[in-house]
């Protein structure tokens, strides 16, 4: 459920009217709901009501926009962060140290000692000298980091391959077959509370059966690592679970999910940590676009809107299909492929697909663009950076602005030896 609605023909954002964030602040732009974000981030927490000692961390790379993250902070949730950027991100929104966790495939030495310098809360250690640089780095701060292994237990997450992270050829966590032998040498380092393991394989995942199948493996794991005379306390399920993009999907609720994990651990006496994005994020944004032109195609006309894939670049890199609706729909239908004014073939949202019928200054929306949306936009073709405005009932307010092709041009420079 969310809150951008058709009210007397017009779509709104909680009860901001889109054609009034167009006029005001421009398109494209991103438009997110805080009633929505709130409403997702209780309906994730209440899914895991049967689990008993739990730490949600946000995964913020989905949406690190500050507002965004202060109405997660507000609503109990710390980060799961990946880079000494997305830190500080979090602890500028108001989210505690301590709430964070920090995953990340290639964390550099000076973002490990920035984690320690800010306290935060947890470190997954994703390979063995990771781990070793990390209690060396602790021990020369006089201070003992808390951290877990990420493990890869070798499931196919049965999602696109870019965005699978769980099979062994995939470069997250050490094998699980490894896990205990790795486990057992950071374990002795000084410097180190190693107290448990993660995971994470893989994001919008359409069915519970890989996740399931991953967890029972790492439930193995916990009771042989007990076995072996670990004190296990802590164990991060990651994220991964999907929404529906397209009328008709019908992803497991975090209902279904909660269910599955209460039962499949309930024997594991740890705090269960998770780290949900497109989950909370996803349905609470769209991106705001305004038709250009409507030109004639070989089979189909093309729809060419103001936005484009370095606003919204998921299609172009996943094939990913995201909704899009008319601001004022009449009604009529048009089969169309909807494309951005960025210079290559890929810059396509939609191939001949049946879409509302809109015409030349029509505005339209993208839904579910409220997790790895903005945050993976770029300037190509030397577009501005697309804003973000956040809605509160009757109001709203430009949470990130519109950044320039002219303010970025101004931070390069002309070598003065080139003449
Ligand atoms: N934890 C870890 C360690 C992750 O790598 C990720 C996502 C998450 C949690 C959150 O996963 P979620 O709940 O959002 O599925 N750009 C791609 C998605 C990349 C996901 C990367 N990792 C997309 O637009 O589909």
Not at 32 to 51: C, I, N, P
Not at 144 to 156: E, H, S
Not at 325 to 349: L, N, W
Not at 403 to 413: D, Q, S, V
Request: aromatic fraction near 6%; proline fraction near 5%; charged fraction near 20%.
């Amino acid at each position: 459920m969310d809150h951008f609605e058709l009210r007397d023909g017009v779509l709104h954002a909680e009860d901001i009217p889109l054609p009034q964030i167009a006029a005001e602040v421009g398109t494209p732009v991103y438009v997110y709901s805080r009633a929505t974000l709130e409403r997702h981030a209780q309906v994730f927490r209440d899914a895991l009501k049967d689990v008993p000692k739990k730490h949600l961390a946000f995964a913020i790379k989905c949406n690190p926009n500050l507002g965004v993250l202060r109405v997660l902070a507000r609503q109990g949730y710390g980060a799961d962060v990946v880079s000494g950027g997305e830190l500080e991100r979090a602890l500028a929104s108001g989210m505690a140290a301590e709430d964070i966790v920090f995953s990340g495939v290639g964390k550099t030495r000076a973002e490990l000692a920035q984690g320690l310098d800010r306290g935060i809360g947890q470190f997954n250690i994703e390979h063995e000298p990771e781990g070793a640089a990390l209690a060396e780095i602790a021990l020369a701060r006089e201070t003992t980091a808390n951290a877990v292994l990420r493990v890869n237990p070798d499931v196919d997450a049965g999602t696109h391959a870019k965005i699978s992270t769980g099979k062994a050829e995939n470069k997250f966590g050490v094998g699980i077959d490894v896990a205990p032998q790795i486990f057992a040498r950071l374990a002795a380092l000084p410097g180190l509370n190693l107290r448990g393991v993660a995971l994470h394989i893989g994001s919008q995942l359409t069915s519970l059966a890989p996740l399931e199948a991953a967890f029972e493996r790492v439930g193995l794991l916990v009771s042989d690592l007990r076995a072996a005379g670990h004190s296990i306390t802590h164990v991060d399920l990651g994220g991964g679970l999907g929404v529906p993009y397209k009328p008709g999907d019908n992803p497991p609720s975090p209902a279904d999910y909660g269910a599955m994990v209460a039962r499949v651990t309930k024997d594991w006496d740890v705090t269960l940590m998770f780290e949900p994005g497109r989950v909370i994020a996803g349905n609470t944004g769209v991106l705001l676009t305004e038709v250009l032109w409507v030109k004639p195609g070989a089979s189909n006309p093309f729809v060419i809107v103001d936005a484009a894939m370095n606003d919204l670049a998921r299609p172009a890199l996943y094939d990913a299909y995201h909704d899009f609706v008319a601001v004022k729909p009449t009604g009529e239908k048009m089969t169309a492929s909807i494309v951005g004014p960025v210079c290559e073939t890929g810059d396509t949202f939609a191939r001949d697909r049946e879409i509302d019928a809109v015409q030349a200054g029509d505005l339209a929306v993208f839904r579910t663009a409220g997790a790895y949306g903005a945050t993976m936009a770029s300037t190509y073709n030397s577009r501005s950076l697309v804003p973000e405005v956040l809605v509160d009932g009757g109001r709203y307010i430009v949470v990130a602005d519109r950044i320039a092709a002219g303010t970025i041009m101004a931070a390069e420079r002309v070598p003065d030896w080139i003449d």
